[in-house]
């Protein structure tokens, strides 16, 4: 599957964006998805994942009860709602899928990829 986010910006501390990500291919709904992200000079960071019914969702703890991750399947797309942004935000967000089964939060687990779009939050 090849993925592909959409929605960055920039936003003040405390405002909200809403970040998509389109995939391409049929098999969409048999991958477990998530989002990363990773700021300059850090490693990329799991934020939240989704299972393939969209059930399963799951958060870093740095973002649960601001981020929401939801999807489609018919319209093969995932989005990530995000408010109550702060500066510790800012980075490059990138969306990714898997087909390996649980509850994954390493990079390592995912196989496809999206390019990132950048999300930068003034204080």
């Known amino acids: 599957v090849q993925l592909q986010a959409c929605g960055g910006g920039l936003v003040q501390a405390g405002g909200s964006l809403r970040l998509s990500c389109a995939a391409s291919?049929?098999?969409?709904?048999?991958?477990?998805a998530g989002w990363f992200r990773q700021a300059p000079g850090k490693e990329r960071e799991f934020v939240a994942r989704i299972g393939r019914t969209g059930g399963g969702t799951y958060y870093a703890d740095s973002v649960k009860d601001r981020f929401t991750i939801s999807r489609d399947n018919a319209k093969k797309m995932m989005s990530l709602q995000m408010n109550s942004l702060n500066p510790n935000d800012t980075a490059v967000y990138y969306c990714?899928?898997?087909?390996?089964?649980?509850?994954?939060?390493?990079?390592?687990?995912?196989?496809?990829w999206g390019p990132g779009t950048q999300i930068t939050v003034s204080s």
């Open positions: 990714a899928a898997t087909t390996v089964v649980g509850i994954r939060t390493a990079a390592n687990d995912f196989t496809s």
């Open positions: 291919g049929y098999t969409f709904r048999m991958y477990n």
